[in-house]
């Protein structure tokens, strides 16, 4: 069952036909699929019996609450004490993390520091600068404002691809690759709504996937494109997740995982493994801190677990049920995974030993949760507990901040 009976983002009259196009087929990925049977659980029925249990001590409440988009959140990233937040309406906004006090509901109209020409699928910060990924195929770069940055609009610095990057590019015909029957372009360009961003582990590369089923490499310093996999699945790229040590991997509406490689002395990026479990499309990737554990989400409802074996390959080790809908979002943070889905939930688990626990369900929402991001309070922390923030963004056009309490190992 899917979400098209249930709630829309507002404004839907605003939208062009285009848009509204673009919005029927981003709830495509809502849609719940079966669930995923070949898999084993990695959590048991007495696991999930514990969670309503008294003597349960993982305790979570919401903070606050942040209004002020018109459409849904598609897309958050925290910096420092702001976050950013990215938004079907075509706005970014800023809000402080002042979470002692009620939110600044004068200023809400103000805190609007960018707005592009399509919908904001994805943003990443990397000191002062952000970058946004556009259903309109673009990709923008932003300064942000250093002295005042909740009260300034940032300044756009760039449009990728660059003009300097199309107009070398176009001199050579061997820099054209075909797009449509009658239709060619520099590769590169992105042809259809770029979906994610992610940023390389030092910094230097920024990663983004589309629709048009390409990735691609840009440098963060000059933002000129250094590389394309074209077709690098069979249908639209909806996730993407950086290892620290070199590995991409990339999720699809094709049901597979593929993973990414650049070995040392080659020019390109190869595909070293296809990964395929799911019986859906993947909506969200999201991996370990030290990159050993691959999770990932999909249609299927099931949130497959992999990890890398003894030669480094990824293999299955279970799933984790427990969503009613799609999943939409992951997060991970230490040893605690955040899952956000079509069910209007968002849940807290953690594993050891291959044994999973779902720790809480925070409800609160009354859309489809379409993005998360999630950080330690080492404030509020203490010797016998790990207090986390987490934040969700959902089709009710509001992001929650959340508050979590999980007692340590």
């Known amino acids: 069952m899917g979400i098209m009976s249930s709630h829309q983002p507002s404004h839907s009259d605003d939208y062009s036909p285009s848009e509204f196009s673009h919005l029927q087929s981003e709830l495509i990925s809502f849609s719940s699929q079966p669930s995923l049977q070949s898999v084993p659980s990695l959590t048991s029925q007495i696991q999930q019996q514990q ?14 609450t942040f209004k002020g988009h018109t459409s849904y959140i598609s897309s958050l990233a925290l910096a420092g004490n702001f976050l950013f937040s990215g938004s079907f309406d075509k706005e970014i906004r800023l809000w402080e993390q002042n979470l002692n006090s009620e939110p600044d509901h004068e200023n809400i109209s103000n805190n609007v520091v960018a707005a592009g020409k399509g919908a904001v699928k994805s943003i990443v910060v990397l000191g002062d600068k952000l970058f946004s990924a556009h259903q309109d195929h ?6 942000i404002n250093d002295k005042e940055p909740h009260h300034q609009k940032c300044t756009r610095l760039a449009t990728l691809p660059t003009l ?7 001199l050579t015909p061997n820099n054209q690759v075909q ?13 259809d709504t770029v979906s994610v961003l992610a940023l390389s582990q030092d910094n230097s590369l920024l990663y983004s996937v589309s629709w048009d089923r390409s990735l691609k490499i840009w440098r963060t310093t000059d933002f000129k494109c250094l590389e394309s996999v074209g077709n690098a699945h069979d249908d639209a790229i909806n996730a993407l997740a950086l290892s620290h040590d070199g590995y991409a991997y990339t999720g699809s509406a094709d049901k597979k995982i593929k993973v990414w490689r650049k070995a040392s002395g080659d020019k390109k990026h190869s595909q070293v ?3 395929e479990k799911h019986n859906s499309g993947i909506n969200a990737l999201a991996l370990s801190p030290d990159g050993s554990v691959l999770y990932s989400g999909a249609s299927d409802r099931s949130i497959v677990v992999w990890e890398k074996d003894n030669s480094g390959n990824m293999v299955v080790v279970g799933a984790l049920r427990g969503h009613s809908k799609s999943i939409l979002c992951l997060a991970v943070v230490s040893d605690v995974v955040f899952s956000g889905s079509a069910d209007n939930t968002i849940r807290i688990w953690r594993g050891f030993d291959k044994s999973y626990s779902c720790l809480a369900i925070l ?3 009354t859309g489809p949760v379409k993005c998360l991001t999630a950080a330690t309070d080492c404030y509020n922390s203490s010797n016998t507990s790990t207090s ?19 007692p340590l190992l």
Do not use: M, N
């Open 51 to 64: 969670l309503y249990l008294p003597s349960s001590t993982t305790t979570h409440h919401c903070i606050t």
């Open 164 to 170: 300097g990057d199309r107009a070398i590019k176009l």
């Open 273 to 275: 493994a296809t990964l």
């Open 179 to 191: 797009i449509r029957r009658h239709k060619k372009c520099t590769w590169v360009h992105h042809v």
């Open 138 to 143: 673009k990709i923008r770069v932003w300064k």
């Open 363 to 365: 409800e609160g929402h």
């Open 388 to 406: 986390y923030l987490v934040y969700s963004g959902s089709l009710d056009c509001e992001i929650k901040v959340w508050q979590i309490f999980i």
